[in-house]
C-alpha cells in the first residue's frame, strides 16, 4: 500500500476502508488494515479486523475450516 509505505497511516486506513467497501469479503484487506490500525495504537479496531480476517480465511492462520470435522463428536 502506498499510503503506509510513505508514513501516512490515517490515508492508508481511508483507502483500506475503501477496498473493503468494495470487496467485503477480502480477508487480507482485513489483515492489511489491521496491521496499519495497530501500528495507529487502535488495538480494538485492529483485533475486530483481525478476528473478521480470520473468520473469512481461517486456513491462512493456521485453523481448521469450517466443517473440516477435525473437532471430537
Request: aromatic content about 4%; cysteine-free; hydrophobic content about 40%.
Amino acid at each position: 500500500m502506498v499510503a503506509e509505505a510513505q508514513g501516512d497511516d490515517d490515508l492508508a486506513v481511508r483507502q483500506l476502508d475503501d477496498a473493503i467497501d468494495r470487496e467485503d469479503r477480502n480477508w487480507q484487506l482485513y489483515r492489511a488494515r489491521a496491521a496499519v490500525e495497530r501500528h495507529l495504537g487502535r488495538t480494538q479496531s485492529a483485533a475486530a479486523d483481525l478476528a473478521t480476517a480470520q473468520e473469512l480465511n481461517p486456513i491462512a492462520f493456521g485453523l481448521p475450516a469450517a466443517g473440516s470435522g477435525s473437532g471430537s463428536e
